[in-house]
């Protein structure tokens, strides 16, 4: 099975905002594992393990979100900017080659 990136064609399409936006979900998604791995622990070392983790996690998030905010790759205090660039990139991602 060949990755997403395997089948863009085009260099220009992987850019910096890409790449950013893709390391916030990711980001974003671990707050969301450490967060329940946490509540799902009885150990107080691991329980201590997983909580600097979540906060390195949080401060990454905060990190690449302030970065994403500075450049204007996201719009998070402008719901009508983001939703519109938003939907500038789905038209973009329409756009892809599909094979």
Do not use: G
């Amino acid at each position: 099975m060949s990755s997403i990136l395997d089948k863009i064609n085009n260099k220009d399409l992987i850019n910096d905002e890409v790449i950013a936006t893709d390391l916030l979900v990711t980001a974003k998604a671990a707050v969301r594992s450490y967060a329940v791995a946490i509540t799902e622990t009885a150990s107080p070392e691991i329980h201590k393990i997983l909580k600097k983790q979540l906060d390195e996690t949080i401060q990454l998030h905060h990190e690449v979100a302030t970065y994403m905010i500075e450049q204007e790759m996201y719009h998070a205090y402008d719901v009508d900017e983001q939703v519109s660039h938003d939907l500038e990139k789905a038209k973009l991602a329409l756009e892809m080659p599909s094979s």
